[in-house]
């Protein structure tokens, strides 16, 4: 029960916690519920999840979390917009590199994972697309698609320079990638026995020997 308690108190922590500007606090605690309604939603479903179970996890009344979003659905699309942008930043990362093809897009699959678990937990969803409105999906779609094709670009460069399995489909070796990290989103836990970084690592070398020439 002791331990349960450390967990609940540390969920709310950022929440409760800053004392700062008007504006960056609003920032902060926003950030706070977006995360908390992630999590919610990958365990749960988004369905199933009501703005007063976030509210609960938070310690906070529903109507506290109306002065920081409209709707539930304005939050589903924030949740997803978080993963675009952790995408994005895993995307430059990787094209950093300065290396081959399978050396750009493992990197890729492990600064994408390290980012999307974090210290924290997920920060971001990859499930319920087909609940977002219409507009919000052709936002998410769009980032999803830049993703991808940046994904399969490399897979090709790899196949190109040699270092990547030529009888390897890229977009199957997507979809392989990809599927393993969107039920992580479900599984894991930060305050588990698996840190995010061990994760991050592990999906990396999982996916490196999967792809390896």
Known sequence: MEQASVADSGKSSVWKAAVLSRDEQYDLKRKALIQEAA??????????????????????????????????????FECHMSSIELGDRAIEHARSIDGSGFDSVVALAHRYMELLVGESG?????????????????????????FGN????LIERGQA?????????????????LGAVNWATRWFDAGGELDGSLVAAQFADLFAAAIRA
């Open 150 to 153: 940046t994904f399969l670009e």
């Open 161 to 177: 320079d040699g270092s990547v399995r030529g009888a390897i489909n890229g977009k199957m070796a997507e979809f392989f990638y």
């Open 122 to 146: 997920p920060l971001a969803i990859l499930t319920e697309f087909n609940a977002l409105e219409p507009e919000n999906r052709k936002i998410v779609a769009a980032g999803r698609t830049r």
């Open 39 to 76: 999590r919610a939603f990958s365990a749960r479903g988004y369905h199933d999840t009501s703005l007063v179970d976030v509210a609960r996890e938070l310690g906070v009344t529903k109507g506290a979390l109306y002065y920081y979003v409209k709707s539930k659905q304005e939050i589903l």
